[in-house]
């Protein structure tokens, strides 16, 4: 079973500020974890995500996220806000083996104050 | 441009009436889901095929139906619609060995708007 917790369904930081998203998850098996995003009206995108190796990924548009498994965290990050950072962000998480269906945590709205 | 195309964008339908989601992907992904986004619950698993030809059930299946007949198409049909099935639909896919690697990346679709009224 597995399961994912993102605290906070709402978040404001001001543009040129350190963007903080955080995902905890549960998971029997060992994870693979992923954060996609969703821009108004859109599908949803694959910013980054951890599978084995390096515990901090890189992805797009500047954020990066960093697998913490002691914390079963998996938190993403931005050094400095962009206006087009505004959306929503979702941490999922998949066992790593066969199975390769994802559980969604519920969801994180992004505002960005100029 | 590759990619997943579902149809309509949006529709409004009588409660009752039947109604099919199309979703066709040009990637040749072998796997193939379809999602229900609800505000506040985030995204939840309907259905979903591993290849064409079989499917299985996710997390809130009822109501709804799905068919694999081919690679590149997964329908989802709507026997009776009812209210609670008013709700922003997604259909995605993915491949480990087309993306060559050993975990499931998926790839989503604009959605679909339902509207149960």
């Known amino acids: 079973a597995q399961s994912v917790t993102q605290l906070g369904s709402h978040v404001s930081v001001s543009e040129g500020a350190l963007v903080l998203l955080r995902c905890n998850y549960s998971s029997s098996v060992p994870p693979y974890l992923f954060w996609y995003v969703q821009y108004p009206n859109q599908g949803l995108q694959l910013l980054l995500k951890y599978t084995t190796g390096a515990t901090l990924v890189k992805g797009i548009n500047g954020f990066e996220a960093e697998f913490k498994k002691s914390e079963t965290s998996f938190h993403l990050t931005k050094p400095s806000a962009h206006m087009s950072d505004a959306a929503e962000y979702f941490c999922?998480?998949?066992?790593?083996?066969?199975?390769?269906?994802?559980?969604f945590g519920t969801g994180t709205r992004l505002t960005i104050i100029p | 441009i590759a990619g997943i195309t579902q149809a309509p964008t949006s529709q409004i339908l009588a409660a009752g009436r039947r109604m099919t989601l199309r979703c066709t992907q040009d990637m040749r992904h072998n796997a193939m889901y379809w999602y229900r986004q609800d505000l506040g619950l985030g995204l939840r698993l309907i259905h979903y095929s591993n290849t064409a030809g079989t499917t299985g059930k996710g997390e809130v299946p009822d109501g709804y139906s799905v068919s694999r007949a081919n690679t590149d198409d997964f329908p989802l049909t709507l026997a009776s619609a009812v209210p609670s099935q008013t709700s922003v639909y997604f259909c995605a896919s993915s491949d480990p060995f087309k993306s060559g690697t050993t975990f499931y990346e998926q790839y989503f679709g604009p959605g679909t708007r339902l509207t149960v009224t």
């Open positions: 999922a998480v998949s066992p790593n083996f066969g199975n390769e269906k994802l559980t």
